[in-house]
């Protein structure tokens, strides 16, 4: 019942939203008190039921109810409890939701503020910021949908940012060298996975090791290993600036220009 709950709870503060926005645009055009104490009492319901909305989805995450899409796919039952409290802005839909939610506190924290103290201006200023809130409050119950449920459900859930990580141990003329451990990351919204690259860094040559390419089945992983000369290029510039920059900037007695006053000594 959650992702319903909450869906709804984004159909209520929407409809307040846009409520708002209207009432007080009638009531700065026709100049009824009325109208403007109405959009006021939809600001108070626009918060609170993004708030229920916000309550909800980290409740979720809490709770690790992975029927929940963007749960699933940001969370994992083995993560402590910080960081699943931290998945809820990891993603697009949690970030609109807790971005949407700080709007409808601003909106209400300026209604509280200045409704004695700016009454003519009130009602313009709530329509302009239900009406930012109500665009947010769109991108939600459409494109990006924080409560939409996953089919079938993931017994875990994935985790933020899943990866694939590899360990390969370096050696020269079999003197190891170390370990490099390049990684790919999968983001959910992504086409390709996103590689991480491991590298070692040497007198004479750098070494960078990375993924090419790895089959979601397992079946074919490519490595790509890189030897990146410039290091050497860079030492040998270096050895060559070190004495010509000594040699340019090496004081030299030269004798004065004639007529010119002698240099006084003290």
């Given at each position: 019942?959650?992702?319903?709950i ?29 109208l ?28 690790s109810?992975?029927?929940i899409?963007?749960v ?19 993603a ?36 302009v910021?239900?009406?930012?809130s109500?665009?947010f ?54 086409q390709?996975?996103?590689?991480e ?64 006053p002698?240099?006084?000594e003290g």
């Amino acid at each position: 019942m959650t992702p319903e709950i909450g869906y709804g709870s984004l159909i209520i503060a929407l409809a307040c939203a846009v409520y708002g926005a209207v009432a007080g645009l009638l009531a700065a055009r026709c100049r009824r008190e009325e109208l403007a104490r109405s959009a006021q009492n939809a600001v108070v319901a626009h918060f609170l039921a993004v708030g229920a909305a916000l309550v909800l989805l980290e409740v979720a995450f809490i709770t690790s109810d992975f029927s929940i899409r963007f749960v699933a796919f940001n969370s994992a039952s083995a993560y402590p409890l910080w960081y699943r409290i931290a998945g809820l802005w990891s993603a697009l839909e949690g970030s609109i939701l807790l971005w949407t939610f700080l709007q409808a506190g601003y909106t209400l924290l300026v209604v509280v503020s200045t409704r004695r103290r700016q009454p003519a201006w009130l009602p313009y200023v709530m329509a302009v910021l239900l009406s930012i809130s109500a665009f947010f409050l769109l991108v939600m119950l459409i494109p990006a949908n924080p409560f939409e449920r996953v089919s079938p459900v993931p017994p875990e859930g994935r985790g933020m940012n899943p990866l694939v990580e590899a360990a390969f141990g370096v050696t020269n003329q079999e003197k190891p060298l170390g370990t490099l451990r390049p990684a790919l990351r999968f983001y959910e919204r992504e086409q390709t996975p996103i590689a991480e690259v491991d590298y070692r860094i040497g007198f004479r040559e750098d070494l960078y090791v990375i993924f090419g390419r790895v089959e979601r089945d397992g079946r074919e992983i490519v490595i790509k290993a890189l030897v990146n000369p410039m290091v050497t290029w860079i030492w040998l510039g270096g050895a060559v600036m070190a004495p010509g920059g000594l040699l340019a900037l090496w004081p030299e007695r030269r004798p004065l220009p004639n007529g010119s006053p002698p240099l006084k000594e003290g």
